[in-house]
């Protein structure tokens, strides 16, 4: 049963620390996407990659936010530096880009930021 | 630009009974996709169901199923013989077919209780 894992599942830092959230997407899929939940604003997508390329990461914070996929079984998403504003979930979502994808997600990074 | 809606904050459903979630979205688009997810307090993002928008058969996956109506733009899910293990957040979600756009809209999600 293939699926999409992260790690770590949950993470306390304090603020103005690095946070690095991992991904790897089920075998075979060629787009992952990032997204933030929290409770005011929902499912928030941060960044999406197609074959490792960047698609569009206009949802990220660009000062401190940055995502990268250094081969096809792992993608990252990395804070620094870290607020408290940024404590959420952070899910890890994959599909393969047919036109009739489904994205499958990860059970998510829970962050908090003291 | 498209938009889906969950008027429903909150539903509750007593075990065994059968309980339908609304969602309804905007979009200019003849062809999309259309999506269930579930999650549960584990805050896994669980695919219930999925339709196409040029099918016009309703989607359906064992005791879920689906209402869609194209035209008045509506995509509600229908949950028969209700279980405890049903109780999450649902979640529905418009996917557009445009080339390279491969972005989902989320609903802002309705919490489902089961009652025992």
């Known amino acids: ?114 | 630009a498209q938009t889906v809606t969950q008027s429903q904050p909150e539903m509750s459903v007593q075990e065994a009974e059968t309980v339908t979630l609304s969602c309804t979205y905007d979009t200019s688009e003849s062809d999309y996709y259309l999506f269930w997810y579930k999650q549960p307090p584990s805050r896994q993002m669980i695919l219930v169901i999925r339709q196409e928008a040029y099918k016009q058969q309703n989607a359906t996956e064992n005791r879920f199923s689906v209402n869609f109506q194209k035209a008045a733009k509506s995509f509600s899910l229908k949950i028969s013989d209700s279980q405890l293990g049903d109780a999450a957040m649902y979640f529905c979600a418009y996917r557009s077919p445009t080339s390279g756009t491969y972005k989902y809209i989320f609903g802002t999600g309705t919490r489902l209780k089961v009652l025992a």
Not at chain 1, 5 to 10: A, G, V
């Open chain 1, 1 to 114: 049963d293939a699926r999409v894992t992260q790690t770590p599942r949950d993470k306390v830092t304090e603020m103005g620390q690095e946070v690095t959230m991992r991904c790897q997407p089920i075998l075979g899929h060629n787009t992952v996407f990032w997204y933030r939940q929290t409770m005011m604003q929902g499912l928030e997508l941060l960044a999406y990659f197609r074959n490792r390329a960047p698609l569009d990461d206009s949802g990220m914070p660009k000062d401190r936010f940055s995502a990268e996929m250094p081969d096809a079984t792992l993608a990252t998403l990395k804070i620094q530096p870290s607020e408290p504003r940024d404590s959420a979930v952070y899910f890890c979502a994959s599909g393969f880009g047919t036109g009739q994808e489904t994205q499958y997600f990860g059970p998510g990074t829970r962050l908090l930021v003291l």
